[in-house]
């Protein structure tokens, strides 16, 4: 039996990836989340029964440290953080306390030798690009947010502590991921959600700046794949769709794919946290996968066709 702890796996992406992890009879899975951010409805089940969830803060060492002690755990996703721009942007400090939570599950990695972390680093940490598409062995630090911060930290602790202790990690770097269980909270979930009942939906600006989208069954599979495979060992590998459109484009395209009459209307700029561009380079996640992604309007459709999490 292999025993994995997943962190903030009452989110999103990591409630995906333990539903995933768990159709292996052979993983047991131990989920812990705080739920600032997360959503008991998101938890999984298991018809292996190799799901439990714990309710636990990864950023108080208290709490976290006897979930290791008494899991003696394998291997580590670290996926809990404080996300969402608006909520990030609003919560500075609470953002920077993460940096805690990476230090704690670091620490007690090393000290229960688990084998491998596997850490959720953001395309935030490109700050304003200057090169496309973003590669992953040539990262600006030029990120001024806080949450892009600490994921450049985390990354950071990550290389050290291999350096230090030979802890071995993977960090992905994950370009806007979306799907049927992802909150309002970000932009094709709020647009969907607004188009299926004819509101308005807001873009800040002229709507000019792009964005990749990728839908989750390939962050998942891929990230899966570099687990089961043993492949990008103390790597850093970018997980994102290749393929950029404009957030005007995306609401376009979202408003004609769910029949919707709502209009588009432009809000005043944000002052910071909205770059540019995005767009990654993903050879090494094409590579693992050996395929093409999804297309952005089939997983669009997907997702309009599965709306529990967005209405």
Known sequence: MTNILITGGAGFIASCLAEKLAEDKNNFITIVDNFITGSPDKIPSSPHNNIRFI??????????AGVFYAGRFDYVFHYAALVGVKRTLDNPVMVLN????IKNILTLCKNTSVKRVFFSSSSEVYGEPVEFPQNEQTTPLNSRLPYAIVKNV???????????????YTIFRFFNTYGPKQSKDFVI????????KNEDIPI???GSQTRTFCYIDDNIEACIK?????KHINDVLNI???????????????????GSTSKIVHLPALKEGDMTRRQPDNSKMKNLLGRELLSLEDGLKKVISNTKYIL
Request: charge should be negative.
């Open 55 to 64: 309710k636990s803060d990864v950023n108080i060492m208290e709490d976290i």
């Open 154 to 168: 985390g990354e950071a602790f990550l290389k050290s502590y291999y350096q230090e202790y030979g802890l071995e």
């Open 189 to 196: 979930s709020k647009f969907i959600s607004r188009a299926l």
């Open 226 to 230: 570099a687990f089961n495979e043993n």
């Open 204 to 206: 800040y600006g002229d």
């Open 240 to 258: 994102g769709g290749e393929i950029e459109i404009s957030i005007k484009q995306l609401a376009e395209k979202i408003i004609a794919l769910t």
């Open 98 to 101: 993460d940096i805690t939570g």
